[in-house]
DNA sequence: CTGGCTCGTTAACAATTTGATAATATAGAA
DNA sequence: TTCTATATTATCAAATTGTTAACGAGCCAG
């Protein structure tokens, strides 16, 4: 269901370049490097990582003109960017961000504040997020125990249920159209029939015994807020 | 049209306060202050700041315990949350990062970097949060949550009603041909008579209560700009 | 292995909302 | 005025969702 998340490294230095690759890919990361500028610029084109780590002395192109380049190529958008460097001036620091860097980090690196920092800006990134418990009004949504709470009253839900609810309370307020419920709690390849997201609608209001999910006729559910 | 940017910054040390806000209210943001996390939570909750700086070590409650709540609560969804501290060890670094922070900043601090990364995250929450809300006067449309406020009252719409006010609204001022209308949201092939626009023009008119669409005889419709 | 449970799904039907039209009234321009 | 375009209202058909019951799959305890 879900692709890896790809990361292009560039770094002349290849014992980094190792090092942070090792981190990356057992974090699960699908890893590509390259060892100057343009070879990331190369590579980049080829592969179209999520996110792009830049040295910011390499031969070649150094990190400040890939990220130029990138920039300004629209296919690029979304790619998150983060530069290294070794030197820790602030002029190069804020140039990094200005010229539309996303993260800027001084080494030494320690893989795993890397690690987090990418994770960070991907939870940005990607609306969906993985949160553990959300509370909304009186309402308590555990998604490690799998239990939600209202006003001190624990309401064990199915799994379905649950999954419908989380994802609608996760962004209350939006609404969800049909097909994005399905593919999101269903899942893509899974046909069911239209009446079912009605009957599990249906059961959490029952369960929980509020109304909390407003019905937006001839689009889809949102959690109201 | 733009609404300047809160920044709420918590820290209980008050000359770094004093000078964090000279410096972001120079670069024209609107600045909030609070000197423990227990005001921090409470500012957030009045204000509702688009961005809130925490120092991990305040009285009260710390910058980690802020976070959590925040992160918790779904009003705060989009708001990014910047970490400070004089610390500089990896492992809360990394808390940090997992309790839902958007950057972690080692004191001291330079202001400009401060501003730089502040507006670097923006930059990326932009694109999510843009282009779905349109605010006309007092009325708001928001095509995400499918809801019309008009002065804090909040309008239910049908869809059609919807579509044809958002794409109104969408270009305020311009004057749509009832071909237009028909052919954006009714689509092409859809052959509806001409008295059915009027219908839905109306029924938006009762709901929201005042007449921001004008009638163009011979032409179309406008929103009132 | 069996009976009893829950869960996910579906079908069938009820209830509701929406959208479109016709009929009539009104307003605006020449 | 007179003609035309639009506003208004009521009504009906169609689309959408709500509700209930039932069925089969899977699980668990005995």
Redesign the interface.
């Known amino acids: 269901m879900e692709a890896p998340i790809k990361i292009l490294i560039a770094d002349d230095e290849a014992d980094i370049l190792e090092i942070i690759s090792f981190h990356l890919i057992k974090a699960g990361f699908e890893v590509i490097t390259a060892k100057d500028g343009s070879e990331a610029i190369e590579k980049a084109n080829q592969f179209s990582p999520d996110c792009i780590i830049l040295d910011i002395m390499m031969p070649k192109r150094n990190g400040f003109e890939v990220c130029e380049y990138l920039r300004g190529n629209p296919g690029f958008d979304k790619t998150l960017i983060v530069l290294l460097t070794a030197l820790n001036d602030?002029t190069s620091?804020?140039k990094g961000?200005?010229l539309?860097?996303?993260?800027?980090i001084t080494k030494p690196i320690?893989p795993?504040?890397l690690i987090?920092?990418i994770?960070?800006?991907f939870?940005?990134?990607q609306?969906s997020?993985g949160?553990k418990?959300?509370?909304?009004n009186d309402l308590s949504i555990d998604i490690a125990q799998y239990k939600t709470t209202l006003k001190g009253v624990t309401h064990v839900l199915a799994k379905k249920e649950f999954e419908l609810l989380y994802l609608l309370?996760?962004?209350?307020?939006?609404?969800f159209l049909r097909g994005e419920i399905l593919s999101q709690v269903w899942g893509n390849d899974v046909i069911v029939g239209d009446r079912t997201i009605d009957v599990h609608i249906r059961k959490i209001r029952a369960k929980l015994g509020i109304d909390c999910i407003t019905t937006?006729?001839?689009?889809g559910y949102?959690f109201d807020?």
Chains 1, 2 share one sequence.
């Open positions: 602030e620091h804020i961000l200005e539309g860097g996303d993260d800027f320690s795993k504040v987090s920092r994770s960070a800006l939870r940005r990134l609306p997020t949160q418990i959300i509370n909304i309370a996760a962004q209350a307020g939006r609404v937006v006729k001839g689009v949102k807020y």
